[in-house]
């Protein structure tokens, strides 16, 4: 007997979550300096510090040599509770080097950071350990929104081809409302039907309309033109419309602000429609 749809559902969840706690169990296995904290902390209370002289740069290891001379048991006893909290901090302190690099960054105004993380970051900056824990929660966590995202589409199908890069313009436009890149999903919305609709026109209005417009239209341009030569063109009357709405989003996305989940579905579906009535037979 085939699964209920719930089952289905309530077994994709449980796989979701397995990736998550795979994650953290290998973040728990592989944090950055964590052995290499638990290490010091084993050497010092082995007495037996002055093996990190062949490992560590003189200054660095002078003044390590200076502070566990000063209390033995605390510097032991300081480093063991760092490479705790490399381990239990891991995951968040990855996401946050993640975020450093997607944002703009205030000279000046980030503080102070807990000493176990700047080490942890130093340790770690050649191996890029931390973003690729960030870049795994991350992708896990899209997942979910992104299946559901997908299912509000349908196959765009067309009888004849535009480019190669209208395929990719559309590809981009689309992954990209997959994984909530809303904004990016309008803008691409608007340079795909540009270029479709280059690709579509008579060759001759093309060449007035690239000449007229400096090689540069934009997509209201474009519309502009095909209404005043929609005869000439022989694509579909309703195309206009639906290519309009798309052209809208994509300019109030590009001048005034952030688009919202609906708005960005609402313009990638209008663009499928559009296309498929370009390119029809």
């Given at each position: 007997?085939?699964?209920?749809?719930?089952?289905?559902?309530?077994?994709?969840?449980?796989?979701?979550?397995?990736?998550r706690?795979?994650?953290?169990?290998?973040?728990?296995?592989?944090?950055?300096?964590?052995?290499?904290?638990?290490?010091?902390?084993?050497?010092?209370?082995?007495?037996?510090?002055?093996?990190?002289?062949?490992?560590?740069?003189?200054v660095?290891?002078?003044?390590?040599?200076?502070?566990?001379?000063a209390?033995?048991?605390?510097?032991?006893?300081?480093?063991?509770?760092?490479?705790?909290?490399?381990?239990?901090?891991?995951?968040?302190?990855?996401?946050?080097?993640?975020?450093?690099?997607?944002?703009?960054?205030?000279?000046?105004?980030?503080?102070?950071?807990?000493?176990?993380?700047?080490?942890?970051?130093?340790?770690?900056?050649?191996?890029?350990?931390?973003?690729?824990?960030?870049m795994?929660?991350?992708?896990?966590?899209?997942?979910?929104?992104?299946?559901?995202?997908?299912?509000?589409?349908?196959?765009?199908?067309?009888?004849?081809?535009?480019?190669?890069?209208?395929?990719?313009?559309?590809?981009?436009?689309?992954?990209c409302?997959?994984?909530?890149?809303?904004?990016?999903?309008?803008?691409?919305?608007?340079?795909?039907?540009?270029?479709?609709?280059?690709?579509?026109?008579?060759?001759?209005?093309?060449?007035?309309?690239?000449?007229?417009?400096?090689?540069?239209?934009?997509?209201?341009?474009?519309?502009?033109?095909?209404?005043?030569?929609?005869?000439?063109?022989?694509?579909?009357?309703?195309?206009?419309?639906?290519?309009?709405?798309?052209?809208?989003i994509g300019?109030?996305?590009?001048?005034?602000?952030?688009?919202?989940?609906?708005?960005?579905?609402?313009?990638?579906?209008?663009?499928?429609?559009?296309?498929?009535?370009?390119?029809?037979?």
């Amino acid at each position: 007997m085939a699964p209920s749809i719930q089952t289905r559902a309530e077994h994709n969840g449980i796989e979701i979550e397995r990736l998550r706690e795979l994650l953290l169990t290998m973040a728990d296995a592989s944090a950055p300096g964590r052995e290499f904290s638990m290490a010091i902390a084993e050497l010092a209370r082995a007495g037996r510090m002055e093996q990190l002289r062949a490992v560590l740069p003189a200054v660095v290891y002078h003044e390590l040599w200076q502070r566990y001379e000063a209390a033995p048991e605390r510097f032991a006893g300081e480093w063991e509770q760092i490479g705790h909290e490399m381990q239990k901090g891991f995951v968040d302190h990855a996401r946050q080097r993640l975020t450093s690099l997607t944002r703009m960054q205030q000279a000046g105004a980030r503080g102070e950071a807990p000493a176990w993380q700047s080490i942890q970051r130093a340790l770690d900056a050649r191996q890029g350990d931390l973003l690729r824990a960030a870049m795994a929660a991350e992708m896990i966590d899209l997942i979910e929104p992104a299946v559901a995202r997908a299912q509000h589409l349908r196959e765009c199908v067309v009888a004849r081809s535009a480019s190669d890069e209208a395929d990719r313009y559309l590809d981009e436009a689309t992954r990209c409302y997959f994984f909530a890149l809303f904004t990016a999903c309008a803008v691409m919305c608007r340079s795909v039907l540009e270029e479709a609709i280059r690709q579509r026109l008579p060759e001759p209005l093309r060449r007035q309309i690239q000449t007229r417009y400096r090689n540069a239209p934009t997509l209201g341009n474009l519309l502009h033109e095909m209404n005043n030569n929609l005869k000439a063109t022989g694509i579909d009357p309703e195309f206009p419309r639906l290519a309009n709405r798309v052209n809208d989003i994509g300019k109030r996305a590009v001048h005034q602000g952030l688009v919202a989940e609906d708005e960005a579905r609402a313009c990638l579906q209008h663009a499928r429609e559009a296309l498929e009535m370009l390119l029809a037979g």
